[in-house]
């Protein structure tokens, strides 16, 4: 192989290198353009919800502000369910059972006593880490040794 040769490899070498290097480069600055996007998306969202937050805190403030200082269940109760007027609603379709019994209604079947479970077997008490068998015969636990 000539000197040519060898020369012609090597920058063959070095541009692949090269060009490789160029394409890691170009997709790292994707994927931090993606994770800045995402971020920011992110804070967005985290903004908008401390802005509700912010604002329900200043409402209350107020609230308390207009009772004289005093922290009541009043004040501090939120506004929207009175705000909204109830005329009964979707649910009118269905009448609702009467609490009391009537004679055209049918006796309500009461539901069978099912059997309690069967109690698991008791577990054999645990013994000492360093226990000894129960029947064992070389016992001399009550030898006295200092005689």
Same mark, same amino acid.
């Given at each position: 192989?000539?000197? $040519? %040769?060898?020369? *012609? &490899?090597?920058?063959s =070498?070095m541009d !692949?290198?090269? *060009?490789e290097?160029?394409e890691?480069?170009? +997709?790292? %600055?994707?994927?931090?353009?993606e994770?800045?996007? %995402?971020?920011?998306?992110g804070?967005?969202?985290?903004?908008?919800?401390?802005?509700?937050?912010? $604002?329900?805190?200043?409402? +209350? =403030?107020?609230?308390?502000?207009?009772?004289?200082?005093?922290?009541t @269940?009043?004040?501090?109760?939120?506004?929207?369910?009175?705000?909204?007027?109830a005329?009964?609603?979707?649910? @009118? $379709?269905?009448?609702?059972? #009467?609490?009391?019994p !009537?004679? &055209?209604?049918?006796p &309500?079947? *009461?539901?069978?006593? !099912?059997?309690? #479970?069967?109690?698991? #077997?008791a577990?054999? #008490?645990? *013994?000492g880490?360093?226990?000894?068998?129960?029947? %064992?015969?070389?016992?001399?636990?009550? !030898?006295?040794?200092? &005689?």
């Amino acid at each position: 192989m000539s000197v $040519e %040769d060898r020369l *012609r &490899v090597a920058r063959s =070498t070095m541009d !692949t290198a090269a *060009r490789e290097q160029d394409e890691q480069r170009g +997709l790292r %600055d994707r994927h931090l353009a993606e994770a800045r996007e %995402d971020a920011k998306a992110g804070m967005q969202r985290e903004m908008g919800a401390a802005q509700k937050y912010a $604002e329900h805190m200043e409402e +209350l =403030t107020k609230r308390q502000k207009s009772a004289g200082g005093w922290a009541t @269940e009043k004040s501090l109760a939120d506004n929207a369910s009175r705000s909204v007027m109830a005329f009964g609603g979707d649910d @009118e $379709e269905e009448a609702p059972a #009467p609490a009391y019994p !009537t004679s &055209v209604s049918s006796p &309500v079947p *009461r539901p069978e006593p !099912t059997p309690p #479970p069967a109690a698991p #077997p008791a577990p054999e #008490p645990r *013994r000492g880490r360093h226990a000894r068998p129960v029947d %064992d015969d070389d016992d001399f636990s009550s !030898t006295s040794w200092l &005689v």
